[in-house]
């Protein structure tokens, strides 16, 4: 028999030790068979990622071969940009210019034989960066590429071709595990195609080209996060009338509503009560005089006896916000909109903030922070991101920059009328712009954000910004409403006397 049952508990324990040795053993194996793959290096936001070609015979359009019969890759051409081959950035979607400097006569034939379709343009791209540490004894890590042909189109003449230079380029990662915090995923596949071919003659983006002449290759780079493309626009752009409800038409509705508030409170304040007010010396009881209170609020009236200022303790929490906002306007909303002179490189005044502003994308994968006029896609109904952000510089900044300088810069702390007018269009705003934004978050694709991520988005980063200020546009309006009462009041005891 090859086992025999124990007699006594030594015995037993004997028996027990070989076994639990094997099974540890297998455990640990298994394990490691199972976390090998995560040790593998993995890109980081940001990282280079250099293209390399297949080198073919101008003559044949055939590849060429090293002496080991395997297949020659060449880097791309030089770009006269960056004075280096080609190369994508992980994780980064921008407009990118490739300027090959001149077309010799082997490559204006290869070109023939690209457009022509006899031969393409095959390119791969590492999948993985190389390892930093290669242990002694073990073989080392093989690079593995992942296939990128570029669909080249134009149209061959006798003694020139015109080629569609403008290419968009996809690239997939694998899905983020988040088992490293600094690595940011694996390519997975990629794809490149000329845009309107067929309008060569009209479109702006077809280039002439006869040797001697520069290739000015423009390329709308866009990154995925997982290798399945986006169904979200799919399912609305094709449902018709049964689709859910954009978010756009809850943006214009709220803002025809905050529209309407802002224009009813101008005509009041600006027609109604001057007339009513008019040619009346009401005294000590208006808002021009002084001891008012209302509520909470306590008005008196400066000096020169033109404004009337509100004293709340609340102002002190509204300075704060407004302080606050500063710098997340100017230094993370509004960076990408630097020169990239200030903020890439690490010795630029910027460069924390863009660290900042890049470790949040590559965390959350934020599609409205990530947005910018040069990568919307027309027919994605994001436009509005950009509106948001122009209401954000134009209206937004210049608040909150007098809000601070009102109410913590002057002598005299408090709101004018004209002062909790401006707070309250402006909380308005911010309200409902951040509404539209979580109201966004809800079609994101769970595929790509998790309920757990977007569940963080609309209480960690947009509650804060559409709560503050709600409770801001209340206070607002009732100072405001407390200086119509007043004003109400003392026209009816003028009325009675």
């Known amino acids: 028999m090859l086992f025999s049952v124990p007699s006594s508990r030594s015995s037993r324990r004997q028996w027990l030790l070989p076994l639990v040795a094997i099974t540890t053993s297998l455990a640990t194996r298994v394990a490691a068979a199972e976390t090998a793959p995560h040790d593998l290096p993995s890109y980081h936001y940001g990282a280079p990622i250099r293209v390399e070609c297949m080198n073919r015979s ?16 060449i880097p791309f051409p030089v770009c006269e940009e960056t004075k280096a081959p080609l190369e994508f950035n992980y994780g980064i979607e921008t407009e990118q210019n490739c300027t090959i400097p001149m077309i010799d006569d082997p490559f204006f034939h290869l070109l023939e034989f690209y457009i022509h379709s006899d031969a393409p343009l095959a390119c791969r791209l ?37 080629i569609s230079t403008h290419m968009n380029v996809l690239l997939h990662s694998t899905p983020k595990h988040h088992l490293h915090k600094k690595d940011s995923g694996v390519l997975d596949s990629a794809t490149a195609y000329s845009t309107s071919p067929l309008t060569h003659m009209e ?30 626009e799919g399912k609305v752009e094709w449902q018709g009338m049964g689709g859910h409800i954009y978010a756009s038409t809850v943006f214009y509705a709220l803002v025809s509503f905050g529209a309407g508030v802002c224009v009813t409170s101008v005509w009041f304040f600006g027609s109604v009560l001057p007339k009513r007010l008019k040619g009346r010396s009401l005294g000590g009881a208006t808002p021009l005089g002084y001891g008012v209170g ?31 906002s500063i710098p997340i306007i100017l230094f993370i909303d509004a960076l990408p909109s630097y020169p990239s002179s200030l903020y890439l490189p690490p010795s630029s005044p910027l460069h924390p903030f863009h660290l900042i502003r890049q470790d949040y994308i590559a965390t959350y994968n934020d599609p409205i922070v990530q947005w910018s006029p040069s990568t919307s896609v027309p027919g994605s109904h994001d436009s509005w991101i950009g509106l948001f952000l122009y209401l954000e510089l134009g209206f937004s900044l210049p608040v909150v920059v007098y809000g601070v300088f009102k109410l913590a810069v002057v002598k005299r702390k408090g709101t004018t009328g004209a002062d909790e007018l401006l707070f309250l269009v402006y909380a308005l705003e911010t309200a409902l712009t951040t509404l539209v934004c979580i109201h966004d978050v809800a079609y994101w694709d769970p595929e790509v954000h998790s309920v757990e ?16 200020p709600s ?4 206070d607002m309006a009732r100072r405001i409403l407390g200086r119509i009462k007043v004003a109400d009041e003392a026209i009816e005891r003028r009325k009675v006397q």
């Not at 409770?471 to 209340?474: E, K, L, P």
């Open 58 to 73: 101008s003559e044949t359009g055939e590849h060429i071969e090293t002496p080991a019969h395997e297949i020659q890759w």
């Open 126 to 162: 590492p999948a993985r960066p190389p390892p930093q540490v290669e242990i002694v004894g073990e073989k080392p890590h093989v690079t593995e590429y992942v296939p990128l042909v570029f669909a080249l189109a134009g149209t061959l003449q006798l003694s020139h071709m015109h």
């Open 203 to 232: 479109g702006s983006s077809t280039r002439r080209l006869v040797i001697g002449d520069p290739l000015p290759l423009q390329f709308s780079v866009r990154w995925f996060p997982t290798p399945e493309l986006p169904r979200v």
């Open 294 to 324: 209302v509520g909470r609020h306590v008005w008196y009236r400066s000096t020169n006896n033109m404004a009337v200022y509100n004293e709340s303790r609340l102002n002190y929490v509204w300075t704060a916000w407004f302080a606050l």
């Open 453 to 468: 991520v977007r569940r963080r988005m609309v209480l960690q980063f947009f509650g804060p910004w559409f709560l503050v």
């Open 471 to 474: 409770v801001m546009a209340v």
